[in-house]
Every structure is written in structure tokens, then in C-alpha cells.
């Protein structure tokens, strides 16, 4: 199963919004509701932003939000702060008990 | 609020076992609505899904590593542990282990990882 498609960065000033994609294929992202975003700072634990594809745990601000479109996912940042300057990942279920990842897109806060 | 921390030996000699121990604190292995997963990172590159297991036992791996990988839980200890044998530099990463809601396939609790080097 290859892995999923990031881009290795993205950037926005505070207060912008900004959009990361996450591209799989028919069988993964197209095929399963169950897409998710990690957010990552060094030497911290991940931390889940998003799962399947749209929902919010319970203290993840409502700045972040989730969507998909066909094999496509993406994470939206909006009004975006400094403390949201992180590594990014996306995961999607892949059928047959197996999930993959996608390769992490670095977000900077200009 | 419940937390994973992992442990274990942070260099591995290439062919032998590594194997990493995840404590639990603040909730229990044996709570039946959630999976224990292992997750790594080698450096510069993705996440990758090792495996998980259930507090009935049930485990799954990821097919690529199925042949090297066993995962185990103590629910004396509140501990899930794993084992990756005959291990090469290409398992050299930062190994996760996480907590996996059983209505999703999302992990909703991580540790912070422990890095493990297969290097002589």
C-alpha cells in the first residue's frame, strides 16, 4: 500500500487560512470515511485534529476542520496562530485491518 | 485523562529483537472499547502502523511487518508490549504507541515516542 500524498510544506500569516491535501486513492481515502489529521510539535506527543474525515475531538478548536472529495482529503486552518506552527499527517483506513499514513507536511507560520 | 509513555532499549544490534513496553496510566488495557496500537516514524519520513491489540486478545498487524512483529498485554501491569524481531537499520525510527477508539480508526492518545537505533 503506498502512502498517502502531502505536501512537505505549506505557510500562511496569522490570521489567514490555509489548506493542506492529503491524496490517496479508490481504495483508501475514496473508498473510507476514516480519514485523520495529526498535529505534531517536536519532542511532542501527536495529537488528533481530526477524525473520520469531518469530527472534532472534544478541545480541538473549531479553527480546524476537515473534508473530502474524492480520493482527496484536506485540513483547514483557520485564523491561523503561531502555535499552530507543527508537523502535519493525515491517515486513512486502507481496508483488510491496514491504515497508511501520508508523509507529514510542515506548516509555517509567516 | 489518559497517558502512554514508552520505554525500552534505545539501541538494538542488527538480527536481534526489539522490543518496547507502553505503560498506561489514567485508564485501563482492560477497557474493552479501545484497541493499543504500536506506530513509527523513521527519521525524514512517515508514520507507519505496526499493529494493535485488544484486551480479548485479538491482535492485527500491518502485512508488511507480520512475519517480524508480535504484540502483546499485561493487564496486571496495564502494559501492551512489542516485539520486532530480526530487526535491520531500516527499523531504525521513533516508535509510538497510541490508543485507538474501537467505533474509528483513529488514534486519540499517543505517547511521545522513544527513539530505537539498530546500529553494532
Known amino acids: 500500500q503506498s502512502a498517502l500524498t502531502q505536501p512537505p510544506s505549506a505557510s500562511g500569516s496569522p490570521g489567514q487560512s490555509v489548506t493542506i491535501s492529503c491524496t490517496g486513492t479508490s481504495s483508501d481515502v475514496g473508498d473510507f470515511n476514516y480519514v485523520s489529521w495529526y498535529q505534531n510539535h517536536p519532542d511532542k506527543a501527536p495529537k488528533l485534529m481530526i477524525f473520520d474525515v469531518t469530527k472534532r475531538p472534544s478541545g480541538v478548536p473549531d479553527r480546524f476542520s476537515g473534508s473530502k472529495s474524492g480520493n482527496t482529503a484536506s485540513l483547514t486552518v483557520s485564523g491561523l496562530q503561531a502555535e499552530d506552527e507543527a508537523d502535519y499527517y493525515c491517515s486513512s483506513y486502507a481496508g483488510n485491518n491496514n491504515v497508511i499514513f501520508g508523509g507529514g507536511t510542515k506548516l509555517t507560520v509567516l | 485523562q489518559v497517558q502512554l509513555q514508552e520505554s525500552g532499549p534505545g539501541l538494538v544490534k542488527p538480527s536481534q529483537t526489539l522490543s518496547l513496553t507502553c505503560t498506561v496510566s489514567g485508564g485501563s488495557v482492560t477497557n474493552s472499547d479501545y484497541y493499543w496500537t504500536w506506530i513509527r516514524q523513521p527519521a525524514g519520513k512517515g508514520l507507519e502502523w505496526i499493529g494493535r491489540i485488544h484486551t480479548s486478545g485479538s491482535v492485527i498487524y500491518n502485512p508488511s511487518l507480520k512475519s517480524r512483529v508480535a504484540i502483546s498485554i499485561d493487564t496486571s501491569k496495564n502494559q501492551f508490549s512489542l516485539n520486532l524481531n530480526f530487526v535491520t537499520a531500516a527499523d531504525t525510527a521513533v516508535y509510538y504507541c497510541?490508543?485507538?477508539?474501537?467505533?474509528?480508526?483513529?488514534?486519540?492518545?499517543w505517547g511521545q515516542g522513544t527513539l530505537v537505533t539498530v546500529s553494532s
Open positions: 497510541a490508543r485507538q477508539p474501537r467505533i474509528t480508526w483513529a488514534w486519540d492518545s
